[in-house]
Each structure stands twice: as C-alpha cells, then as structure tokens.
C-alpha cells in the first residue's frame, strides 16, 4: 500500500497599523476591491447574524485568482481562479474582529487555512496589532515541501501588498469623514445665513 504524502507548512506575522481599531476594522470590511489587491476579483456574503452575545458573524465567499507561477498551476492542474470561503467575527466589546478563511477549490490536494486577527495595540494609543497565521497543506504530491514554500512565499508578498491596500482604504475613509464634516459645516453655516435674514428682514417671513 502507498502511503499519501502529507506535509504541513506554518506561516505567521505581525503588522502594525498607526490608527484605531474601530477605523482599521472598517477598512477590513470595505478591503475589496483595491487597487492594491487585483487578484480578488469578487466577493459575496452568504449570511450574517447577530448573536445573543452581540458578536456579529459574516459568512463570504471570496474569488481569487491563486497569484502562484504559472508552473505551479501546471502542475497541479488549478483553475486560474480560487473560490474562498471566509468566516469573519465581530466582537465590539472587546474590539476584536477576526477573520477565518479556507479555500473551496482543489482543497483534496491543498488546504491553505489563514486566520487574522485585529486588536487594539496593548501598548501604543490608538493603534491596531493584526496578527495573521497560515497553515498551508499539500497532499498526495511529490515536492509537497518544495511547493508548501512557494505557497508560503506568495502569501507573504500577498500580506504585504494586503497591508498597502488596508492604508488605502483608510485613507479613503478619513477622506470621505472630512468631506462629510465639511458638508455638514456648510449646511449649518448656510442654514444660520438663513436665519440671520428672516431676523434682520421680518417683512420676508
């Protein structure tokens, strides 16, 4: 009887991002589409509840080209597009949001688990610690360790280029709260000069 290759390979970082978590959990949200991130070319959310504890739970479904060489894809036969299932955790009181996703597509013969983690940074004020872990598994392959590595590699450049699209969207969302502000600056002095005129003319009331 041949035995099936099995090997596991674990991926892990830290990032640092300089502003609040209830900002960096927004743009968590609101990550894709992304100049930064082109290889995500589609998301849908399949369910989301509020649980007895107010957490908020999202279920989505992410399409993802894999971003591997094109040998790679060769080999093992993939589809160039990847579908994602991603399972995601609110927890406003605590201010955590986390994020837990597995691949649907050729999962018989790689499962890449990934989970994400945002927190308030326990020691720099209005800062968000994200920690991120992968476990990338290949079966049944030879140089399944070999490949295992490219995979990790990949995902690292991936991180990466996640965290410029995380600034971003940010940058985005601070833009659009100015914005917001200066409109609602300008209604209410708009909204005064109004005033000011039926006071100083009553023959126009």
Not at 22 to 40: D, F, G, L
Not at 82 to 87: A, D, G, T
Not at 101 to 128: C, F, G, R, W
Request: glycine share 4%; charged share 20%; proline share 5%.
């Amino acid at each position: 009887m041949k035995l099936k290759l099995l090997t596991m390979k674990i991926w892990s970082s830290e990032h640092v991002f300089y502003h609040p978590w209830e900002t960096v959990s927004q743009a968590a949200w609101r990550k894709y589409p992304n100049p930064m991130n082109p290889s995500v070319i589609g998301v849908d959310v399949v369910e989301r509840s509020v649980l007895p504890t107010g957490k908020i739970v999202s279920d989505r479904i992410l399409t993802t080209e894999w971003g591997l060489p094109g040998w790679v894809v060769s080999l093992v036969g993939m589809n160039p597009t990847c579908h994602v299932k991603e399972k995601s955790e609110v927890d406003i009181e605590n201010k955590t949001l986390t994020l837990n996703s597995v691949n649907l597509t050729l999962k018989n013969l790689i499962t890449i688990d990934e989970k994400l983690v945002y927190m308030p940074h326990p020691t720099i004020k209005d800062a968000t610690m994200l920690k991120q872990e992968a476990a990338v598994q290949i079966n049944g392959l030879s140089l399944s360790s070999y490949l295992e590595g490219i995979v990790t590699t990949t995902m690292a450049s991936n991180a990466n280029k996640g965290r410029e699209a995380m600034e971003w969207v940010i940058d985005t969302i601070n833009t659009e709260v100015k914005e917001l502000a200066s409109t609602a600056k300008k209604g209410i002095t708009e909204l005064r000069t109004k005033i000011d005129t039926l006071d100083l003319n009553p023959s126009i009331r």
